[in-house]
């Protein structure tokens, strides 16, 4: 494990988290979840939202649990599985679970560490909270996760077509 | 080959335990702080929004924090200046009417058995009202200390409540998501999750209940006021505050108008009907539109697991224990449920 990945509870307080701050607000920005929002809303967002180390073939999830929000890469690489099939793999940017931040249901693939990574969990109460204090970046972000939400459905969609098709 | 352990609900029971045990040992180590601390919490859950909107308008946490606090400090400086005198004067009086209430009562009892034996019926209403009349001496005697103890104690606790809302509308997040990215990987979503259901209820049932609770005072002072009862700030506030005990308390609240009113120096039926009037309207005003509006759903549980607990709650903890009742049920229902579901899913797969 690298000198930056220490458990939060044993790292230096001293230290200026300002670095890590601005490379995750950086990577969300990039994400469709923020466009539009501006970096200062998201930054505020950032500094409530929760680093987690987790090691090679540790589950971050698994289908049936019921999530509690959505998770971006900081480093590292994460395979989604349906039982053994592997769905994706995603790697530094790329966000997953996104559907927990607007619906009390269960998780509908494993995730699972492929090697050592740091994700960032952006929770549903973080959202709430959020929504409440900054209702107008809020209501962008509920925009975009409409966006996102309808873009997988329409991808699942001509799946299906696909394979009826076929 | 599962071990006992391994078993979803005693699993489950176990760390429901473990929390339970640590809660009661905070509790027990916090005593001397306790009810400051409930307090701080209610009002947080009362005046979060309002920090939210001072933030929403461009201040930061601990500038909308201090705003907040201002406002904690007008409404104490209110409160000890205007609200705490006319209650202690209201007491004053009432203390000093209690023997003469108490003999008006004993007439009362006098004029029904006179009236019984002049229709021939041989009933002597004094078997029945004396040891009520003897209880409820005590009892209302104890409640004149009670109330002004209390009125002291509440002196201290609102010195120290605003000073502990503030650090909880600045500080409260910041600690909390310290102290919840403390748990392991494996649990960190579903402790999350248990907590966001807690706090979502009981957000909701406080803000409801104190909402409630005042809006009863509010109501039955002004009714009472009317109707010529003594001491109606004084006997509002007491409705209002046993307004916090579900279903026990509306009923507990009848007591005190009827008996003022049973012991005017001349009996008067309008007086006492008036009594019980002010008291029913405030409960259908409850009922109706108060309790439709901010509490309902709050908290699903059953009436009768809402009686039993406030019950022995009430037996172990007193009045403070009879208003916890049921945010502590809820909470424990809530986390029981939570850590089930979390333990079946970690067996099945």
């Known amino acids: ?166 | 080959m599962l071990s006992l352990t391994d078993k979803p609900l005693i699993r489950s029971l176990l760390i429901f335990s473990l929390i339970l045990l640590a809660a009661g040992i905070c509790a027990f180590l916090l005593a001397p702080l306790l009810i400051p601390i409930i307090l701080s919490f209610a009002l947080y859950a009362l005046f979060d929004p309002l920090s939210n909107m001072l933030q929403r308008k461009g201040l930061n946490d601990s500038l909308s924090a201090l705003l907040v606090l201002c406002l904690l400090v007008l409404i104490s400086i209110l409160g000890i200046s205007i609200v705490f005198p006319m209650l202690a004067e209201q007491l004053l009086v009432l203390q000093t009417k209690m023997p003469k209430l108490w003999d008006s009562l004993n007439n009362f009892s006098d004029q029904v058995q006179q009236l019984l034996n002049s229709y021939g019926i041989n009933f002597d209403p004094t078997a029945i009202t004396q040891p009520i009349m003897s209880l409820s001496s005590s009892w209302g005697k104890d409640t004149v200390i009670r109330l002004s103890n209390m009125l002291i104690d509440m002196t201290v606790t609102v010195i120290l409540v605003p000073l502990f809302t503030f650090f909880l509308i600045r500080d409260y997040k910041s600690l909390r998501n310290k102290a919840l990215d403390l748990l392991p990987n494996k649990s960190f979503e579903l402790g999350w999750l248990i907590y966001y259901r807690v706090a979502k209820k009981l957000e909701e049932y406080i803000r409801g209940i104190m909402m409630q609770s005042g809006i009863m005072a509010i109501v039955t002072s002004i009714g009472f006021y009317l109707a010529g009862l003594e001491s109606p700030v004084l006997l509002g506030t007491i409705a209002g505050l046993l307004n916090l005990i579900p279903y026990v308390g509306p009923l507990l609240a009848m007591v005190p108008p009827i008996i003022i009113a049973l012991g005017a120096p001349v009996f008067d039926p309008v007086l006492i009907a008036a009594a019980i009037g002010v008291i029913i309207t405030a409960q259908l005003i409850d009922n109706i539109i108060v309790v439709p509006a901010v509490i309902a759903n709050a908290v699903n549980l059953h009436p009768i697991t809402v009686i039993v607990g406030i019950i022995i709650f009430g037996n172990f903890f007193g009045f403070i224990g009879m208003i916890v009742a049921i945010p502590a049920l809820a909470t424990s229902n809530i986390i029981l449920t939570g850590l089930r579901h979390g333990m079946k899913k970690d067996t099945v797969t």
């Open chain 1, 1 to 166: 494990m690298d000198k930056d990945n220490k458990h939060p509870l044993w790292e230096n307080i001293f230290r200026h988290k300002d670095d890590r701050i601005t490379e995750v607000c950086n990577l969300w920005s990039e994400t469709p979840l923020f466009k539009g929002i501006s970096k200062s809303y998201i930054r505020r967002l950032v500094k409530n939202m929760h680093p987690r180390l987790y090691t090679t073939d540790e589950i971050i999830f698994k289908t049936g649990d019921i999530g509690s929000g959505a998770v971006l890469i900081k480093s590292g690489e994460v395979a989604i599985k349906a039982g053994e099939k592997v769905l994706a793999v995603l790697t530094k940017g790329d966000f997953f679970g996104e559907v927990a931040l607007v619906v009390d249901e269960a998780r509908t693939a494993d995730a699972v560490a492929s090697t050592d990574c740091e994700l960032i969990f952006f929770l549903r109460p973080d959202l709430e909270e959020w929504l409440h204090s900054s209702p107008k970046p809020g209501a962008q972000l509920m925009a975009n996760i409409s966006k996102v939400l309808a873009g997988r459905l329409r991808h699942a969609n001509d799946m299906l077509a696909q394979k009826a098709a076929d």
